[in-house]
Nanobody, 127 residues
Framework: QVQLIESGGGLVQAGGSLRLSCAASGRTFSSYAMGWFRQAPGKEREFVAGFSRSGISTYYAESVKGRFTISRDNAKNTVYLQMNSLTPEDPAVYYC????????????????????WGQGTQVTVSS
């Protein structure tokens, strides 16, 4: 079992920045590929960013590439999502997720493969 707790959401002006954190407890954090997803009202949950458990590979949705950065600190059992240049298209509940992925260099964009999910943190962007 892995427990995931997100924090860092809030209200920010368009063009501003936020850093989300996801603290993990339970099984060895480094065994998991980690992903960030988001879900806006009336929309399906979508992939935002992923980080392989080896730390070799990162993946981003086209809509956030160049603005968001995913990172992880295995010593702190934490994954981060630095979000810069936020736009009115970014507001959503952001979720982190953990996937016991066999390939150490891969993180999936497909949410059903993820085994554990946090409760989500709300991000709101004012124009």
């Amino acid at each position: 079992q892995v427990q995931l707790i997100e924090s860092g959401g809030g209200l920010v002006q368009a063009g501003g920045s936020l850093r989300l954190s996801c603290a993990a407890s339970g099984r060895t954090f480094s065994s998991y590929a980690m992903g960030w997803f988001r879900q806006a009202p009336g929309k399906e949950r979508e992939f935002v960013a992923g980080f392989s458990r080896s730390g070799i590979s990162t993946y981003y949705a086209e809509s956030v590439k160049g603005r968001f950065t995913i990172s992880r600190d295995n010593a702190k059992n934490t994954v981060y999502l630095q979000m810069n240049s936020l736009t009115p298209e970014d507001p959503a509940v952001y979720y982190c997720a953990a996937d016991l992925e066999r390939n150490p260099a891969y993180a999936s964009r497909w949410s059903p493969v993820y085994d554990y999910w946090g409760q989500g943190t709300q991000v709101t962007v004012s124009s």
